[in-house]
């Protein structure tokens, strides 16, 4: 996994942008493939950004597309598709990168310690990661030895991600890691300049923290530290459901 360390570059195309959900050489299905009822009821915004699908949003349906999905390579190696889990009428939503070795054998995101920290973390501010917020990750089959996915495998992802952003349309998301800012807001590197910091996004609030697996290696409680600073993120977190005020449109 790179570093959660490293200084941003220039925003890059998001992957939730169709300029890399079109056929790219290693992710594409031969031509005659037919698109899932997912994929063939998304629309795509006037800004480049998929919008929400043009019929009622079926998280069921889904769910199903996503089990069969053979986009990219990842699929070879898994043993399940890891969609959800938690509300989906939560108003919070947490993105993470992609499935670790639990997460795989169970078919949950964030089972596995990282997730244990991010239900603590959660509950420390009030909120149930059952109850309270709708989780799934980046890229839904496991990488490979726990590696990050690489820029093909989370275009590839992209549609359900989106997918699951407008069915869900949680009015807060919170992005955990590197990965998840790179995957919806097109920014690469730069989680520790940019954690903490509200982005407003199709018209709600988003906001990049550390990953749970970068604080499971950096433990310290002490004031500054990754940890000190996520969990006063998380305080903003609730803060900001509390308020239930979304991001004033752009002109």
Excluded at 25 to 54: K, L, Q
Excluded at 84 to 105: F, K, T
Excluded at 153 to 171: G, K, N, R, S, Y
Aim: proline share 12%.
């Amino acid at each position: 996994m790179a570093p959660d360390h490293l200084q941003p570059s220039p925003r890059q195309p998001s992957p939730l942008q169709p300029s890399l959900l079109g056929e790219d050489p290693a992710t594409a299905e031969p031509a005659a493939r037919e698109p899932t009822a997912t994929e063939a009821t998304a629309t795509v915004h006037t800004a480049g950004v998929i919008d929400a699908p043009a019929g009622p949003p079926d998280l069921a349906a889904l769910e199903r597309d996503c089990r069969e999905c053979r986009r990219c390579g990842l699929a070879e190696g898994r043993r399940t598709v890891v969609v959800s889990r938690g509300d989906p009428a939560a108003r919070l939503m947490v993105i993470g990168e992609g499935p670790g070795a639990q997460e795989d054998a169970s078919g949950r995101p964030f089972v596995g310690r990282a997730g244990q920290l991010l239900d603590q973390m959660l509950a420390s501010v009030g909120l149930d990661s059952e109850r309270d917020a709708y989780v799934c990750n980046v890229v839904k089959c496991r990488p490979p030895d726990n590696r990050r996915p690489t820029p093909q495998e989370i275009a590839a992802c992209a549609p359900w991600l989106a997918a699951q952003i407008a069915a869900v349309d949680p009015a807060v998301v919170l992005l955990a890691g590197a990965t998840a800012l790179e995957g919806v807001l097109g920014i690469k590197g730069g989680i520790t300049r940019l954690r903490g910091r509200w982005h407003p996004w199709q018209g709600r609030w988003v906001m990049p923290v550390f990953h749970p697996s970068y604080l499971l290696r950096n433990p310290s409680r002490e004031k500054g530290s990754p940890k000190w600073l996520t969990w006063q993120d998380l305080q903003e977190v609730r803060r900001r459901l509390q308020e239930d005020r979304p991001p004033t449109p752009s002109l």
